[in-house]
């Protein structure tokens, strides 16, 4: 099992930014990358929901249209580690943010990766407050 680890989070005014980071540990140089990760967020007695996704190998990203615009995801493959770029937050945005990452991601369409039954390994997950 290889932990996840979240960091960035913190608190920032309406139209900050953050940049969250999940990193797989240990750290081996690339060795593990998982072909899916995403980062979701949850708010108090809420469903974790989906916020973006990245298919690894292919680079190819996805978005819940509440982000689209503001937040990037991307990887470094080297490092094992996922960014999520945030932009223009909003008070809205509060919530505890989560990466969860699929190792094979095997038989999993592009309209799953959004949900988190398609992720089997998690970190706990980073707080971002965001105050207007």
């Known amino acids: 099992q290889v932990d996840l680890v979240e960091s960035g989070g913190g608190s920032v005014q309406a139209g900050g930014s953050l940049n969250l980071s999940c990193v797989a540990s240990p750290y081996t140089y690339g060795r593990y990358d998982a072909n899916c990760v995403g980062w979701f967020r949850q708010y108090p007695g809420k469903e974790r929901e989906g916020v973006a996704a990245?298919?690894?190998?292919?680079?190819?990203?996805f978005y819940a249209d509440s982000v689209k615009g503001r937040f990037t995801i991307s990887r470094d493959v080297a490092k094992s580690t996922t960014y999520l770029h945030m932009d223009g937050l909003n008070p809205e945005d509060t919530a505890m943010y989560y990466c969860?990452?699929?190792?094979?991601?095997?038989?999993?369409?592009?309209?799953?990766?959004?949900?988190?039954?398609?992720?089997?390994?998690w970190g706990q997950g980073t707080q971002v407050t965001v105050s207007s």
């Open positions: 969860g990452d699929n190792l094979f991601c095997a038989g999993v369409h592009d309209g799953e990766l959004l949900r988190p039954t398609t992720y089997n390994n």
């Open positions: 990245i298919r690894t190998r292919r680079g190819k990203s």
